[in-house]
């Protein structure tokens, strides 16, 4: 057998049986252009985070800008402007109280930095054995080896590393007596509880509802366990509020902002701490510290085009295009049954036709690449997350498509 045409390995992929990817030239607003010529509207942003489509001169501009002065700077011992630039802009969007940032590279790694955090929380105030987590059923929150523990047992990417990692509890999203019973029993070796805050992605879209969140926040505080809210896929109007905690109405002892961050361009993280959580680590004593620093943290070229998306975030009334995405989502999906579909979902800027059985979307990638539209479903999960400069003609287009997908 001749291996040798695979020298670049796929995410996700059977690399045997996978089929040949398309090959991309070149991004001008909410397409892709192959090298074929052919044009793909792009309905899921690159898995979510291009929100601003492909090509844009203000984000060019940023990172061009940027590069004349310096590309990367570590931030051992040394700073610069756009980082602290970038945290102080955080610090002012996110919900009140969330005010020490700490930067990473990846939406996984920001993750894995806020499951230290929490266990060294509890460490510092001298309660080492809190050192496990609560997460939701059908969670995700990356690929790296901590954060995987968090990702739910059942019907999951990682069933093979199940035995791999680091047990942890899983409780069922909406359901407020289960957690107060775990939280009752275990609370003195449970350091936090991770949640997806309204969507849970990658899981399969699926929703809870704000008050649960709320409730669990407040049985959360009561049992001394912090509440950790991933807004890696959330964050930044996905779910139709800047932030899905907003909508539940608390402040999350840590949150992780990433995807959206940069516009889609750079690979960023944030991790954001409340004070309560920073000063356990403030203190004389240097065993208290945060020791994790990654080497591209707070990357230059990626906090200067941070910046620029929050610009054109705000900007651009972003918050009102997202309630017009919701609106046409809700009325194109309004009334649509078929015996191939479990339910539709919808909430802000998200849509997902759930199907009966995965073998009923084997196809649609395709299909829906032959009429223009670039879908990537997974399981039987067939979702849009489009760029939030989307026309209207055009999210008309992607419904039409996820429906010939699903529904035929
Ligand atoms: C994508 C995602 C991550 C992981 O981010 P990467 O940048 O891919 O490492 C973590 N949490 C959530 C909720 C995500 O959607």
Redesign the pocket.
Same mark, same amino acid.
């Given at each position: 057998m001749n291996n040798s045409q695979h020298t670049l390995w796929y995410p996700y992929a059977q690399m045997k049986t996978q089929s040949h990817p398309l090959e991309v030239e070149r991004g001008e607003g909410a397409y892709l252009v192959l090298k074929n010529g052919d044009r793909l509207l792009d309905a899921v942003s690159s $898995? $979510?985070c291009v929100i601003h489509g492909y090509n844009n001169t203000e984000l060019n501009q940023a990172i061009t800008d940027q590069l004349s002065k310096i590309a990367h700077v570590m931030l051992g011992g040394l700073t610069h402007n756009p980082a602290i630039r970038l945290a102080k802009k955080l610090v002012e969007i996110t919900p009140g109280g969330l005010n020490h940032v700490f930067f990473s590279d !990846? *939406? !996984? =790694?920001?993750?894995e930095v806020a499951m230290k955090m929490a266990i060294q929380y509890w460490k510092n105030k001298g309660e080492p054995s809190k050192k496990r987590f609560i997460a939701l059923k059908r +969670?995700?929150? +990356? &690929? /790296?080896l901590g =954060?995987m523990s968090l990702g739910s047992d059942d019907e999951t990417m990682h069933a093979t590393f199940q035995d791999a990692v680091s047990p942890q509890f899983f409780v069922t999203p909406g359901d407020e007596s289960e957690l107060e019973s775990l939280l009752k029993n275990h609370s003195q070796e449970i350091a936090g509880f991770f949640v @997806?805050p309204l969507m849970? +992605? #990658?899981g399969g879209f699926y929703l809870h509802e704000p008050s649960y969140l709320k409730n669990a926040k407040t049985l959360c505080e009561r049992h001394k366990v912090l509440v950790i809210a &991933? @807004? =890696? #896929? /959330?964050g930044f109007g996905r779910t139709g509020t800047l932030f899905a905690v907003e909508q539940a109405d608390f402040t999350p002892d840590i949150m992780?902002l *990433?995807?959206a961050l940069t516009g889609g361009y750079l +690979?960023l #993280?944030a991790t954001i701490a409340t004070t309560d959580v920073f000063n356990s680590f403030y203190s004389e004593d240097s065993s208290k510290a945060f020791m994790h620093g990654p080497t591209f943290m707070g990357n230059a070229l990626a906090c200067s085009v941070a910046l620029k998306s929050i610009e054109l975030f705000e900007r651009g009334e972003y918050l009102k295009k997202i309630k017009d995405i919701e609106t046409q989502l809700h009325n194109g999906f309004k009334g649509v049954s078929h015996s191939n579909i479990v339910e539709v979902r919808i909430k802000g800027a998200m849509a997902c036709i759930e199907v009966t059985d995965e073998a009923l979307l084997k196809k649609s990638q395709e299909i829906a690449a032959s009429n223009g539209v670039w879908l990537r479903p997974f399981g039987r999960f067939l979702y849009t997350m489009p760029p939030y400069i989307i026309s209207e003609k055009e999210l008309k287009k992607i419904i039409e498509v996820m429906l010939l997908c699903s529904a035929k």
């Open positions: $898995w $979510w !990846s *939406g !996984s =790694v920001g993750c +969670g995700y929150h +990356g &690929d /790296t =954060v @997806e849970q +992605g #990658a &991933d @807004e =890696v #896929a /959330t992780i *990433g995807k +690979g #993280a």
